[in-house]
């Protein structure tokens, strides 16, 4: 038997589904909508549909917004039409703040829900580096940070008349760049390219010692796996609603300001709808309790109301498990595809340490981008990443192990068949 042929046994799948069998979250799968002739491994960059919200987005259409039209915006308010009228859209994005708190070691009041990551990005950055001491005049962030990430910090820098340093430097080398002149660190958790999870807990700490702020991005963390903001003393971070979120295209960001910040981070972004008292039309800005401030303007109802629904996957989640099952799936992924690693221009570029790994995997070919519309073809849908990366997301919400072994099978083909130029 060669190393091909052991991988494809079907002893190799019945283990897997014995695997399966015993996934405390496999259950979950029922709860979302996967196509049945595909391996869906893009859940990192858009999540799947989560049953509940169609009929939600429906309610909220017909319902909501056609029959009670302005009464929605405001519950047990006496000038809107009775109690039926009231579905209270106004608090919406605070009650999706606290559906989100608890998945990234939050308080509620710590969490803001709106706008896109890109702007929230803004919102911290403006703030953080109004707080940071004047003479700090570095924003320290690695060269191969989402490209979104960089360009927030060279518009805001442009605005504040360069008055910045935006230093890149490799992932190796954040640490010793941890230096006196840095206000802020800006970096992203988890590598969109890689899947190589930087030490959060450890960072923040060597960040604090020198007297530096952390803005963390969690785009693809939330809801991955668990975060500890509180547990870490993490000073800001942002991440995105319809990555493992599964919020839906375009759901809303959401942005986390710690406590003890809350007297000193401003709101420059200062929209009527983070103001203490909106209805008030007060002339001059201010800011409601907590994290709500760094709510902007009107909120996006449809795509709210639609990430409120997909959040409720989590209520019986135990993130712990979520976390093992990840790590299972990766490892899985990595361990069925070293045969094809070691027959083809494969290489790895995902940590094979779990505390470096986020939830997803990638490899290097030289014609990556052929070889992943052939996949794609195929059903195995996973990403093409410039210059030369194929990107596989597991989200241990509903995918199996099984699947693993049917998306290496896929890749498998694809590589035989060689119309990959
Ligand atoms: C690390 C990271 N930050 C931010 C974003 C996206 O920001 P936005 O939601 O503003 O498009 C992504 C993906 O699109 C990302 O991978
Ligand atoms: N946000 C996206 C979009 O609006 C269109 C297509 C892809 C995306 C993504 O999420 C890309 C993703 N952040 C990535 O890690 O590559």
């Not at 009929?55 to 259409?61: D, G, I, P, T």
């Not at 009775?82 to 009650?95: C, F, T, Y």
């Not at 059903?379 to 919400?397: A, K, V």
């Amino acid at each position: 038997m060669t190393v091909f042929d052991r991988l494809f046994a079907d002893s190799t799948l019945s283990q897997l589904q014995e695997k399966d069998a015993r996934d405390p979250l496999a259950h979950k799968r029922a709860e979302f909508k996967l196509p049945e002739d595909a391996v869906y491994l893009d859940g990192n960059s858009l999540g799947a549909l989560p049953l509940s919200v169609p009929a939600r987005l429906a309610r909220v259409a017909e319902e909501e917004w056609g029959s009670q039209l302005i009464r929605s915006w405001t519950a047990n308010d006496s000038a809107s039409v009775g109690a039926a009228a009231a579905q209270d859209w106004m608090n919406l994005p605070d009650r999706v703040a606290a559906k989100i708190a608890p998945l990234i070691g939050a308080q509620a009041h710590e969490v803001a829900v709106g706008d896109s990551t890109s702007v929230n990005i803004f919102k911290l950055l403006s703030a953080a580096l109004h707080m940071a001491p004047p003479q700090r005049r570095v924003i320290l962030t690695e060269a191969d940070n989402f490209p979104t990430d960089l360009y927030m910090a060279q518009g805001l820098n442009a605005l504040l008349g360069g008055r910045y340093e935006l230093r890149t430097v490799p992932g190796a080398e954040l640490e010793a760049n941890l230096t006196d002149d840095v206000a802020l660190t800006l970096l992203t958790e988890v590598d969109y390219r890689t899947g190589r999870k930087l030490d959060l807990a450890s960072l923040t700490a060597k960040a604090h010692e020198r007297g530096i702020l952390t803005i963390w991005d969690l785009a693809h963390s939330a809801g991955a796996f668990p975060v500890d903001l509180n547990g870490t003393g993490a000073d800001f971070a942002v991440g995105c609603g319809y990555k493992f979120l599964n919020g839906g295209p375009g759901a809303p960001s959401f942005m986390f300001v710690a406590e003890r910040h809350h007297g000193s981070a401003p709101a420059f972004l200062s929209g009527w709808m983070g103001h203490a008292d909106p209805f008030e039309m007060a002339r001059e800005f201010s800011p409601a309790p907590g994290a709500r401030r760094y709510v902007v303007g009107t909120p996006m109802v449809l795509s709210l109301s639609a990430l409120d629904a997909a959040l409720d996957v989590f209520a019986d989640v135990d993130m712990a498990q979520l976390r093992a099952k990840s790590l299972s799936l990766t490892d899985t992924f990595i361990e069925l595809m070293e045969p094809l690693a070691a027959q083809y221009p494969l290489t790895l570029m995902t940590p094979r340490n779990h505390v470096q790994r986020g939830s997803q995997v990638s490899y290097q070919h030289p014609q990556a981008r052929a070889v992943m519309r052939q996949l794609i073809m195929r059903g195995i849908l996973g990403d093409f990443r410039t210059p030369d990366i194929l990107r596989f997301g597991f989200t241990p919400l509903y995918h199996s192990h099984a699947d693993v072994w049917r998306a290496v099978q896929g890749i498998r083909k694809v590589l035989e068949g060689g119309e990959t130029a």
